[in-house]
């Protein structure tokens, strides 16, 4: 999966990311990334992962509803949705089968390692068109 948008975060957004995936531990952690349609990343969106009661924790799942009211608030910003984040208790930061298959074209899709309530290892994917 190769593409040649790119983007940044910043550092705030990037250790706020951090310090959430880390309290979800051990299951997974999920968000949203927002900022400019050029790629700047300056807002995270924590969200509640509605999968994390799932006897494996392995997987995650945004509320529709939640996922368009933050929408809302982005734009209220001047900020779009830009990508989503989650992490991989316990496993590297590479894409699953199913992560492949949910993607969206375009969008930043950043996954965390995290061991033992640490983040470690973080990789963005795109998928291109």
């Known amino acids: 999966m190769t593409s040649h948008r790119q983007f940044k975060i910043t550092p705030p957004a990037l250790e706020k ?13 999920c968000g949203i990334l927002a900022g400019y349609d050029g790629g700047l990343i300056e807002e995270i969106f924590c969200t509640v992962n509605g999968a994390a ?3 494996s924790g392995r997987r995650y ?10 929408e809302r608030k982005a734009e209220e910003k001047g900020y779009c949705i830009l990508g989503f984040y989650h ?3 316990d496993c590297r930061a590479v894409l699953s089968p199913e ?6 074209p375009q969008m930043l899709y ?20």
Do not use: F, N, T, W
């Open 99 to 104: 992560d492949s298959e949910h993607m969206i």
């Open 53 to 55: 009661q799932e006897r």
């Open 17 to 29: 990311m951090k310090a959430h995936l880390a309290g979800a531990y051990p299951h997974e952690g």
């Open 61 to 70: 799942e945004i509320d529709p509803l939640i996922l368009y009211e933050l």
């Open 110 to 129: 950043v996954i965390a390692s995290v061991y033992k309530g640490k983040c470690r290892e973080i990789r963005g994917y795109i998928k291109d068109l």
């Open 87 to 89: 992490s991989h208790p």
